[in-house]
């Protein structure tokens, strides 16, 4: 579309839609399936997962990483692992979640602008032509960015996500959002939790967006979520303070970006990495060069009968480089069709 990878994911920070990048896999995904048993009702740790070198892989690291007095214990204050969202934690198919947010945004607030019907990009968003809405490029997506962003108080923004999720579907499934995060990844959550290790999400999605449901969908505090980020400014909205939203670019949490904000944030070096696309290959990478032992591991999303199939050519999750690199340096590759006894969580969840 010519427009610049950092306008993409600025794009991805303040939710505006590039609906016409789906993947062309010739694949519908099915309406998530539950598990035949809840996992609370089967033995041992991570019951999702199949025996195999990806379970193995995690449940030796988290031993030898636990082992006191063995020659890879971590102490807990050390004990750092860091996750990915899109495509890691949820689904990201046919376009990340936080794109459908800001469209259904953009229509929800049209009857209060009249104006949008004949003014670009807005008319074209709301006859459903995103490519022509994203013809104007970077101009185009900053005012999609200031309709649907600026001038929100961050509670207010809080409220508008969690109304959002808690009513939208699924374009293909049908499923709420939440619904469609993988219950072998919140198995994997709960497992290193339990052995001493903290959990942040650490991912190009929009850090107020992804704040708004990570505590109560993955059990990740607000503190622990690190993303891309809006600037905002600090004002007395009728004597009261209030941090408000603009339209402008303060941070891009994605490719090399991620060891960056890990060291600002953290101020630690992960042991452990999650991720599914090239735009994790760098946080991995940081993960991998520490002093200590180490877990790099990609999800490969190779079901396309239960979730999706895509890889290296995907405009949405593409991993290329991140798998080459993966396989050179015996990082685990998690193959989702043999790897996982279900994708997401028991319909009673």
């Known amino acids: 579309m010519g427009m610049t990878r950092r306008v993409l994911f600025a794009a991805a920070l303040t939710g505006v839609a590039l609906l016409g990048q789906t993947i062309a896999t010739g694949q519908t995904a099915p309406a998530p399936t539950a598990a035949a048993t809840p996992a609370a009702t089967l033995a041992g740790p991570l019951p999702s997962w199949n025996d195999g070198p990806s379970k193995r892989a995690i449940l030796d690291f988290v031993a030898k990483v636990t082992k006191e007095g063995g020659p890879d214990f971590v102490p807990v204050a050390e004990r750092i692992a860091v996750f990915d969202n899109d495509g890691t934690l949820w689904a990201e198919q046919p376009m990340y979640f936080q794109f459908l947010f800001a469209v259904d945004r953009i229509r929800a607030l049209a009857p209060q602008h009249p104006e949008w019907k004949t003014t670009e ?3 074209s968003v709301l006859r459903g032509d995103i490519h ?3 013809a104007g490029g970077e101009h185009a997506i900053l005012k999609l960015i200031a309709a649907t962003h600026a001038g929100l ?4 923004f809080d409220q508008v996500v969690k109304q959002w999720l808690a009513t939208a579907r699924h374009p293909t499934t049908g499923q709420p959002y939440t619904s469609m995060v ?14 001493g290790l903290k959990t942040y999400i650490v991912s190009g999605g929009g850090v107020e967006f992804m704040r708004a449901f990570a505590e109560a969908t993955y059990g990740i505090p ?11 400014k600090f004002e007395l909205r009728d004597g009261a303070p209030a941090l408000v939203k603009l339209a402008e670019i303060d941070f891009i949490d994605d490719n090399e970006g991620k060891p960056l904000a890990i060291h600002k944030h953290i101020g630690r070096r992960p042991i452990a990495a999650f991720g599914n696309s090239d735009g994790d290959l760098a946080m991995l990478q940081w993960t991998a060069a520490g002093r200590g032992p180490s877990l790099c591991i990609y999800v490969h999303h190779t079901d396309a009968q239960r979730e999706w199939a ?11 480089k991140g798998i080459d690199e993966a396989t050179a340096k015996g990082w685990t590759i998690v193959d989702m069709k043999n790897d996982w006894k279900t994708i997401y969580p028991p319909a009673a969840r």
């Open 121 to 123: 990009p807005f008319a």
């Open 132 to 134: 022509a809405a994203l």
């Open 153 to 156: 108080t961050t509670d207010e």
């Open 182 to 195: 993988y219950q072998p990844m919140l198995e994997l959550l709960e497992h290193l939790r339990a052995n």
């Open 222 to 232: 607000p503190e622990q979520v690190i993303g891309s980020s809006g600037k905002q």
């Open 310 to 320: 895509y890889d290296r050519q995907s405009k949405v999750g593409r991993l290329d």
